[in-house]
C-alpha cells in the first residue's frame, strides 16, 4: 500500500520484497519439498518453462525491442509444456488447469 492507502504495482513489488527474506534455493526447495516423484518432478518442469519464456520475454523487449501480450507469454509456455509432452510424457500436473 503506497503512502494513499492505495496498492499499486511498485507497492507490491515493495510488500513482495520485504517479504522475501530467503533466497532462490530456499523458495525452490519449499516449493517442492512438499511434492513427491513424479508430481514433483512435473512441478519443477513447469516452473522451468515458465521462467524461461520469461525470461526469453524479456531479452526480447531489451534487446529486439519486440514483446507478446500476456496471454501471448501464456500460450507460448503452454505450447512448450505441451511439446515436451509429447515426447517424454511429462510433465503432467494433477488436473492441469494451465495446459489443456
Known amino acids: 500500500m503506497d503512502s494513499n492507502g492505495q496498492y499499486t504495482a511498485k507497492s507490491a513489488y515493495l510488500a513482495q520484497l520485504q517479504a522475501n527474506d530467503g533466497d532462490i534455493q530456499e523458495w525452490w526447495d519449499s516449493t517442492l519439498k512438499p511434492l513427491k ?33 500476456a496471454v501471448q507469454l501464456v500460450h507460448l509456455i503452454q505450447n512448450d509444456i505441451l511439446l515436451r509432452r509429447t515426447a517424454c510424457g511429462t510433465p503432467f500436473i494433477r488436473e492441469d488447469p494451465i495446459v489443456s
Open 37 to 69: 516423484g513424479k508430481h514433483r518432478r512435473s512441478v519443477a518442469a513447469v516452473i522451468m518453462y515458465t521462467t524461461w519464456n520469461i525470461w526469453k520475454e524479456r531479452n526480447r523487449r531489451i534487446f529486439d525491442s519486440n514483446s507478446m501480450t
